[in-house]
Every structure is written in structure tokens, then in C-alpha cells.
């Protein structure tokens, strides 16, 4: 079975500051592992994923992740935040049988 | 290319109505996903379909939820009759072959609310 635990609902950054959302995962075979954005009224939007190579993984608009194993982590990275990174950051996991399984989220609101 | 496309994007009900939500995915996407997205959570999985066929509806709440994905293109989530606990966004996804590491390609949602 698969499951992610983001850490903390909501994280407030000023503008320029470094992005960090926290993601642990638990799954019974290598897990392939994503983040995803939403911005408000829209659906989800892939930002990067992780499934096997290199464990630093670069997405879209300049965030990162990288897989560490022996943490069971995957953190979403970006050195400085901009007014447009204002949104909802789902980290997700999934495993064998097709199944995405979602975290609850983690709301960042950046700071003029 | 087109997206994911559903509708309608908002409803309004009463409880013990029914509803339905429309959802066409991205052309050669085989696999659909329902998800259910209650506020301020992340998404949960309602059924999954691979072309036609409902392969994942084990968090389907059959006695009131249905769905269908007729020739394995647009598909149909049902809820009838609705209660106040429906109230949620429900988002339709696809992937192009189903796999475990394809990106997922989600709609805008349907925003219900039921009073």
C-alpha cells in the first residue's frame, strides 16, 4: 500500500525567500512520485515526478525534488518564491496497480 | 490539443436530487480517472476505468454513485439521490496508457453543492 504525509497545511514565504513543502511517503515497492499544483478554481497541473535515475528531480517554473530513500522524502524545493507560486501543492505516489494516492495538501501563500 | 473537458463547472442541487457530471478526456487516453476532492483535501479516487472496462470502483459509493464510460471515450458520474455530504469537486483525469509513472491530465472540476 501507498500513502503520502505532506507536513504542514498551510506555509507562508515572503517574496525572493527559498520554497520548501514537505513530502514523506510510505510504499511497499518503488514508489514513483509526483507533485502537482492547483491553482484556484483549476484543476491539478503536473510540476515534476520522480521514477527511476537521478534522484534530483527539475520541474516546471523553476521547482525541484529530490528522492532520498533512506528518509522516505520527497521535498518540493524553489530558491525564490514569486507572487505567481501562490497555490495548492499536492504531493502524490503511486505503485503497482495504477493508483495515485494523493496527500492533503499543502497551501503556500508568498508575501509581497 | 484539447484538454480535459468537463461539465458543468458548477451545480447547484438540492439534497435528494440527482446530478450528473460529463467528463471527455484527452483523445488516446485510455485510462479515466473520477476523483472526488473535498475542501481543503486532496483528491480521492472514486473509479478508475481502462478503455471501457471499470478496472478500480472499490471507493465508489455504488448505493448512490454510478458511472459509465460508454466506448471507452467520454464518460458519466452519477450521484442519485445527492446528500449534503456530496458537496465536493469532482475531477476527472486521464493518462495515456494507465501506468504508474504517466502523468495524470486533469479537468478544471465540477464544483458541487448540494443544499
Known amino acids: 500500500a501507498q500513502s503520502v504525509t505532506q507536513l504542514g497545511s498551510h506555509v507562508s514565504v515572503s517574496e525572493g525567500a527559498l520554497v520548501l513543502l514537505r513530502c514523506n511517503y510510505s510504499?511497499?515497492?518503488?514508489?514513483?512520485l509526483f507533485w502537482y499544483v492547483q491553482y484556484p478554481n483549476q484543476g491539478l497541473q503536473l510540476l515534476l515526478k520522480?521514477?527511476?535515475?537521478?534522484?534530483l528531480v527539475k520541474g516546471i517554473n523553476g521547482f525541484e525534488a529530490e528522492f532520498k530513500k533512506s528518509e522516505t522524502s520527497f521535498h518540493l524545493t524553489k530558491p525564490s518564491a514569486h507572487m505567481s507560486d501562490a497555490a495548492e501543492y499536492f504531493c502524490?505516489?503511486?505503485?503497482?496497480?495504477?493508483?495515485?494516492?494523493f496527500g492533503t495538501g499543502t497551501s503556500l501563500t508568498v508575501i509581497p | 490539443e484539447a484538454g480535459v473537458v468537463q461539465s458543468p463547472r458548477y451545480k447547484i442541487i438540492e439534497k435528494k436530487q440527482p446530478v450528473a457530471f460529463w467528463c471527455n478526456p484527452i483523445s488516446g487516453h485510455n485510462t479515466l480517472y473520477w476523483y472526488r476532492q473535498n475542501l481543503g483535501q486532496g483528491p480521492e479516487l472514486l473509479i478508475r476505468y481502462e478503455n471501457e472496462e471499470a478496472v478500480d470502483d472499490s471507493q465508489l459509493p455504488k448505493d448512490r454513485f454510478s458511472a459509465e464510460r460508454l466506448k471507452g471515450v467520454d464518460s458519466t458520474l452519477k450521484i442519485q439521490p445527492a446528500e449534503l455530504g456530496d458537496s465536493a469537486v469532482y475531477l476527472c483525469?486521464?493518462?495515456?496508457?494507465?501506468?504508474?509513472?504517466?502523468?495524470?491530465?486533469f479537468g478544471e472540476g465540477s464544483r458541487l453543492t448540494v443544499l
Open positions: 502524490a505516489v503511486s505503485g503497482t496497480g495504477n493508483q495515485f494516492y
Open positions: 483525469a486521464s493518462s495515456l496508457d494507465g501506468d504508474s509513472y504517466g502523468e495524470l491530465f
Open positions: 520522480y521514477t527511476t535515475g537521478a534522484t
Open positions: 510504499s511497499s515497492v518503488p514508489p514513483y
